[in-house]
Each structure stands twice: as C-alpha cells, then as structure tokens.
C-alpha cells in the first residue's frame, strides 16, 4: 500500500474533526436557549439546572470514560463516544421542559466526555514530545471552530426549521466523522500508510513499556494530579459561561435577536481558535530556542491567565461590539493558557495512563463547572451578570497559581 507522508497531522486534523462537531452538539442548545426559554416557560435558573446536568454526566464520566478508553483503545473508544453523544443530541428534538432536557443532556454529557481522553491518548500515541503542544493546540482549536459554527448554523436551522429539528440535524453530523475515523485510524505499528522514518520519529520518544499501568486511586497519592485537578476545577467554569451563556447575555443585555447572535456570537470563538493555535505554536517554539519543558508550559500558562482580566472591562462599556471584542480577547487569552495546561497530564505521566489522568483532571474542570453554573443563573436572576463577569476574570490566575504550587517542577512523574 502506497504510503503517506506525515500521517499523523491527518490523525490530529481528524481528533480536531471530532472536537469541533462535540462543541457544535454542546453549544445548539445555548444558541437556541433564547428561543427555548420562551418556548418551554423557563427561568435563568432552569436552563443553569439544564446546563449543570450536562456538567454533571460530563464530570462523571470523564473519570470512568479516561479508564474505558485505556482499556478499550482509541480507535473503539473514540467511536462508541462519538455514537453516543450523537444519538443524545438528536433526543433533544423531544424536550418538553426542565427534566425532559435535563435528562437528555445528562446523556450528552455520558458521550461526549469521552472526547478529550481519546484525543489526548490518541496524541501520545502518534506524536513525539516535543510536537504533543502543537497537536494540543489545533485539537484545542475544535471547541472555538465549533462554537464559531454553532451560532450561525443553529440560527439558520432554528428560523428555517424549528430548534427541534436543528438538534436532529446537529446530531447527525457525528456519523459523517465515524465513517472517517475507522478509515483513517490505527495504532502507528499498525498503521498500513505509515512511512518508516515517521514511525521512526513517533518511537524516538516513546516511554518504556514494561510498565504496568496504575491502579485508578493511585493516581491521587501524586501531588501532579491534585495540581491538574485543582486548576481544572477552578478554571473550567470560566470558560463554559461563555460556552453556555454567552448568547443568553446578548440577548438579555445587549437586545440581540436570533439572527443577530447568529451573525456575531462566533466571533469570540473564532479568537479562542487562534489563541489555541498561538499557544501550541509558541510552547513549541520556547522549546526549540532552549527553553526547558516546565518553563515554556508555564510562561505560557501565566501569560493567559493575566491576558483574561481585561474582559471585567466589560461591566463599563455600553457597546455590544466592543463587549465582544473584550470577550473574543479574553477567550484568546483562555485558549492560549489551555494549549500548555491540557498538556500536562502527557507531559507528566506515560501514555498507557494518559487517557485517565486527562479523565481526572477533566471531570474535576468539569464538577466545578456544573456547582458555578447554577450560581450564574441564580447571580443573574437576583442582581445580575456583573459578578459573574469578576469572578471569571480571575479564576484563571488562581489556577495558574494552583499549577505553580503543586507541580513545582513540570517532568515526567517515575510510576
């Protein structure tokens, strides 16, 4: 068979595949929450009990899901995630109220918690360490483009077809990515396309494999994974209340009709996108001019977190667009940070126990994720987005604080 020169950029392009249409499934129902809202009779409240039972299945299974696709594989992980989430989107189209959608989103959150474990194993699989912060990076570039394609396309489905059928056509869109991913993917030994020197090159890193893997509670004797637990929690929220929220607030702050959030809720996205690449692209340059692994994730993982305050410039400006170019600032700041701090659980421990670190350190982002959820509805339905919007602000540094605390020294952890 003819052979393909850099096989694994295609492997990484197709992981960046699957991030974008989970983000796409994840952000349809906060585009259509204005219209949801209105429809279904509810409250600010609600739809943050909707949000967090997401959050809820989200954190669970990120833990279960990390240790499943270790065990499983990538490419039958990978698969029977996308199946899943795909299949609870379309359900949807069925919501009659708070527990209807609730449930249903409790079981998008069962699925699509499997994406990141699986990217992130299938990244330590195919990539040498000193290309894994740029493959995070376009990885991390699949929750913007989603986002950046959620807006509009949901806005057109709704106006033309109804939000129900907008979740049914939404959810479809997995299945296209399934037929391409058990085309493309194998293990890089297996791989019938590979070329020698690629392989070659994947090997000249690859850790020892006569280790056994470690017992799931073992992994919290190490002080490195309550490091990456303790930033995710504190962080992740942040960035989810502009994922779940964001159109909610220029609809109830700034006047925007549909057609207007579709034409401009993206554009935060799209610079969380670039922040993301920048980020991979900037932790690998720091590497090549000779700076050591723990500096260049940690220059960079301060340099975002500071770049996110400005967004509290936002309670004091009454332009709608200026707020979204503050807010498009602060998510490439966000992204920026995340492309070095979601390399760590494969910087710090092998690649048979990276899907379960990354699971960890990923349900913990999103357990504080779903308790800071119902506290934004209940913020905004008694006073209003003004501390939410400070207490975002500043989450970031106090997870680039945790990281410096807890993980002194960013190396491989001996196990």
């Known amino acids: 068979m003819r052979k393909t020169k850099n096989i694994r950029w295609y492997i990484a392009g197709t992981i960046f595949l699957a991030t974008t249409i989970n983000y796409i499934d994840r952000q349809a129902l906060s585009v259509a929450a204005p219209t949801i809202r209105k429809d279904l009779d509810l409250s600010n409240e609600e739809y943050g009990w909707i949000v967090s039972a997401f959050l809820l299945a989200y ?14 594989g990538t490419k039958k992980g990978f698969s029977i995630a996308v199946i899943w989430w795909s299949i609870a989107n379309m359900l949807h189209a069925f919501g009659r109220g708070l527990l209807s959608l609730g449930f249903f989103r409790f079981l998008l959150g069962i699925g699509e918690a499997g994406n990141y474990p699986a990217a992130m194993k299938a990244i330590s699989e195919w990539f040498p360490k000193q290309e894994r912060t740029k493959a995070v990076g376009i990885l991390n570039m699949g929750p913007g483009l989603g986002a950046i394609i959620a807006p509009p396309l949901m806005a057109w489905l709704i106006l033309d077809f109804g939000w129900k059928m907008a979740f049914v056509i939404t959810g479809a869109i997995g299945f296209f990515w399934l037929l391409l991913w058990r085309w493309i993917y194998y293990e890089p030994k297996d791989h019938p396309r590979i070329s020698e020197e690629e392989l070659k090159l994947i090997n000249s890193s690859k850790e020892e ?44 702050e700034k006047g925007f009709t549909l057609t207007e959030i579709g034409l401009f809720a993206w554009i935060p996205f ?22 050591s692994l723990d500096a260049s994730r940690k220059w960079i993982i301060w340099i975002g977190a500071v770049l996110v305050v400005p967004v509290l410039g936002c309670l004091y400006i009454e332009s709608p667009y200026w707020a979204i170019t503050l807010i498009s600032f602060s998510l490439f700041a966000t992204q920026f940070k995340q492309s070095s701090l979601f390399t760590l659980p494969i910087d710090l ?24 959820t119902p506290v934004i509805g209940w913020l905004v339905d008694t006073i209003s987005y003004s501390p939410v919007f400070v207490i975002v602000s500043f989450l970031h540094i106090v997870s680039a604080l945790i990281v410096m605390i807890f993980i002194p020294r960013i190396q491989p952890v001996v196990n």
């Open 59 to 72: 954190a669970i299974m990120q833990m279960v899901s990390g240790r499943l696709i270790d065990s499983l």
């Open 209 to 252: 494999n006569d280790q056994k893997k470690l017992p799931w509670l073992h992994y919290f004797k190490y002080k490195e994974v309550w490091g990456l637990t303790l930033s995710r929690f504190v962080s992740d929220g942040a960035f989810y209340f502009f994922v779940f929220w964001l159109p909610s607030w220029l609809a109830d």
């Open 270 to 291: 799209l610079l969380s996108d670039i922040g993301s690449f920048v980020g991979g692209w900037t932790g690998a340059q720091l590497i090549k001019n000779g700076k």
């Open 349 to 372: 421990f092998s690649k048979k126990d990276a899907a379960s670190v990354w699971g960890i350190s990923g349900s913990a982002g999103s357990f504080g994720a779903m308790l800071f």
